[in-house]
């Protein structure tokens, strides 16, 4: 078994409904599961805790890209029992903030947006739609809750006058140390959708939601062995390599991805081997992104213990179309995996997500996880700020981390001439909106949307956690159209 490698797994068994097609250049489009004789009875009774080197509890892993990986995207997530991935493109020192506040945080109750009633009712607004509950809790000078404000309160009010004004004081509060039954008991008592978590002396430690109530009933949460929510960074092979991890390594992260466009070159190679070095053998490094079984195994045996399988197929990337490279992503996924898997290596599955069903196909073609950007970059936790269109409906700027604008990030330090010259090279989008939709406006929101498709995909295979479905799923080949039926009807035809 190589260095960092998990426990040896089973080639995946998932097999083709017709083998003649094994040899097709195939994406999560292309394919379909067929269901299955299934003794199980209920989809709760599905464990999704992937197989690995990390310890996740679920199979969801969050894109380093600027407009989806922030402080509040990771330690949601990870609260729910996935991981996110911080970027390479903001320095050190902000890593280590982010990393501190994410395992700072309470792994049930929410981390809320605190004001003073002496700040602004516009500072409220401009805060309000970082977290899903969108609501600010108002404090005194000794973190005691006083009051609340939502979204709602704002109406006719000055924007420049004080949220005292405006804000709500038949404050409910909730003791520290309850079941989440019991949060959930109190808020439909009080038909609240939400209240603060104080200590004894009235301290504000969090909020509780009766989503979140329920949610902590079924999520585990992502922890390390200090019990602290889990967290990896980015580092570039083209920096300084032996700074980059030694500071990572300082600041606590539990992971760390040696990313680039393309990954089977000899300074991945070279990077991976140095990170692996200075890590030791059992800490977990991902390196990517790959799609061919050669790159597979060079990386194996330059001690990666993960492997980022995906050219081209995400949201914001342009690189099938700018330069014709790449594969279609379901056939990558399985083909990377037959030779990832007997040898205990993981596999993420990098883009071409959309849908559940995505999820559910990459993990029967044998990915551990599915590692997912662009449908989470129009979430309340994204790091963007929120913004409304004409017709008032809410939105966030979303960009390829290979884009004009990522790349001028990426490189303003550099001289102006370099600059100048990298900027030319270029192969993502660099703006987009990403509406914050009904139903999905939070990450939770779409993280129980992807957990449910996976847990039903599982009972309708006959599996009861994610090996079993390795081993039981069968794979058809269908036509556009057979994509397209599959669709639900929005309106009569």
Known sequence: MEAGASP??????????????????????????????????????????PSGSLHLNTPVILANMTSVA??????????????????????????????SHVKNAHKIYDTPIVLKEDDTIQKAMNLIFKRSHKAIIVVDDESRPIGIFTEKDAVNRDLFSSVKNAMRKDLVTVPDGLSSQEYFDILDKHRLSLAPVVSLENKLLGIITRNGA??????????????????????????????SVERLMNIGIDA????????????????????????????????GNIVTQDAAQDLINAGASILKVGVGPGAACTTRMM?????PQFSAVKSVADIARPQGIDVWADGGIKHPRDVALALAAGANCAFIGSWFAGTHESPADAYRDSDGRLYKEQFGMASHRAVAQRVENDAAWNQARKEFFKE?????????????????????????????????SGARNLREFYDNAVVGVQTSSGFEEGKAVRESW
């Open 323 to 327: 330069a014709g490279v790449g594969r």
């Open 214 to 243: 329920v949610r902590s009933s079924i999520y585990q949460p992502a922890v390390n062995k200090r019990g602290e929510l889990m967290t990896a960074a980015t580092i570039r092979v083209s920096r300084d390599i032996e700074n």
């Open 428 to 460: 993502g989008t660099s703006r987009a909106r990403m509406y914050l939709k009904e139903g999905q406006e939070s990450a939770e929101d779409i993280l129980d949307s992807i957990t449910a498709g996976l847990r039903s995909a599982c009972t309708y």
């Open 70 to 99: 922030g402080k509040r995207m990771a330690e949601t997530i990870a609260r729910r029992g996935g991981l996110v991935i911080f970027t390479q493109d903001v320095a050190l020192e902000r890593i280590e903030k982010m990393v």
């Open 8 to 49: 040896l797994l089973p080639a995946t068994n998932m097999r083709f409904l017709r083998p003649e097609n094994e040899n097709l250049e195939l994406t999560y489009n292309d394919v379909f599961l067929m269901p299955r004789y299934s003794d199980v009875t209920s989809r709760m009774d599905v464990d999704i805790a």
């Open 256 to 287: 760390i991805v040696v990313d680039t466009a393309h990954g089977h070159q000899k300074r991945m190679l070279d990077a991976v081997r140095q990170v692996r070095e200075m890590v030791g053998i059992d800490f977990p490094i991902a390196a």
